[in-house]
């Protein structure tokens, strides 16, 4: 029993040491106390006060590799979140590479570019799933349906464009039509 309350009484000291008063001070036993500081959101103004490289896609193999390398370092020391690295880091491409990247994004699409569309993240998380291999099925099943809602709104827009086409080429057809039947009975009465 007077062991525990030693334990105890240590503890409390030591937690009074570490944080007096909840102002999240910290004691390194030097009697010097310092402040810990909440990290910080990096924005993009951080990420380039940085200073990352830029690449423009005709330097080489050798010159990529150093991209990457370099990206990664300025990821770390700008304390930037995953969500936000390949925007940033597409910000800093020019040239023949931004062509690609740009290219890459029409064909690919937005969301498969750069990550889950907001809505199925939510759709994942709300689900609650209890492993990550869940999750990835979730969020592949809500991708699927979302892209065959795409491919079916598309193809039903290509159809009513074809047929509004069709229409319209029909009617100009007709109407031609009858402005010559109507030249050729003037041009009869005439003779």
């Known amino acids: ?50 200073q990352p490289l830029h690449f423009k896609g005709t330097e080489g193999v050798a010159s990529l590799s150093q991209w990457f390398e370099r990206m990664k370092f300025v990821f770390h020391i700008s304390n930037c979140a995953v969500e936000n690295q390949v925007k940033f880091a597409t910000c800093t491409l020019y040239s023949v590479a931004l062509t690609w990247w740009n290219t890459h994004v029409k064909a690919v699409g937005y969301d498969a570019t750069y990550g889950l569309p907001n809505m199925i993240h939510g759709s994942v998380v709300a689900s609650k799933p209890k492993t990550m291999q869940e999750a990835v099925e979730i969020a592949t099943e809500l991708m699927d349906k979302k892209i065959c809602t795409f491919a079916e709104r598309e193809t039903a827009s290509k159809r009513k464009f074809k047929n509004t086409a069709r229409n319209t080429q029909n009617q100009q057809q007709q109407s031609n039509k009858r402005q010559n039947t109507g030249r050729v009975y003037t041009a009869a009465s005439g003779e």
């Open 1 to 50: 029993a007077v062991i525990d309350q030693g334990v105890t009484a240590a503890l409390a000291a030591r937690d009074a040491l570490r944080s007096a008063n909840g102002d999240d001070s910290h004691n390194s036993g030097t009697g010097v106390r310092r402040t810990e500081r909440a990290t910080r959101e990096c924005t993009y103004t951080n990420f380039l006060k940085c």
